[in-house]
């Protein structure tokens, strides 16, 4: 059973930065390419940055591109978002997400879900 934890959330001030962490667990995770997601209130769930299974494709949302930065560590069963010159319009609350073998930037092909972790950027 996939088993996804994230962490590293919290309250930082514009321009600042935050490293959220996802653990996972419970199966082989080199065979799943990971991603990141957020929904802020009264919104859909949209898509931040995915991975593929070894790193090798990277994809971002428009709206990150420059600031953030995903990473995976296999040998931690880890991945990372590094948030760099945060905005109060990143203000959601951030999944992590786990699908089998390709890539993908949608939330309806990820079958595997982290509970989430509080971003809030005050301006």
């Known amino acids: 059973q996939v088993q996804l934890v994230e962490s590293g959330g919290g309250l930082v001030q514009a321009g600042g930065s935050l490293r959220l962490s996802c653990a996972a667990s419970?199966?082989?995770?080199?065979?799943?390419?990971m991603g990141w997601f957020r929904q802020a209130p009264g919104k859909e769930r949209e898509f931040v940055a995915a991975i593929s299974r070894r790193g090798a494709t990277i994809y971002y949302a428009d709206s990150v591109k420059g600031r953030f930065t995903i990473s995976r560590d296999n040998a931690k069963n880890t991945v990372y978002l590094q948030m760099n010159s945060l905005k109060p319009e990143d203000t959601a609350v951030y999944y992590c997400?786990?699908?089998?073998?390709?890539?993908?930037?949608?939330?309806?092909?990820?079958?595997?879900w982290g509970q989430g972790t509080q971003v809030t950027v005050s301006s």
């Open positions: 419970g199966y082989s995770f080199t065979n799943y390419a």
């Open positions: 997400a786990a699908r089998d073998w390709v890539v993908a930037t949608t939330p309806a092909e990820f079958g595997s």
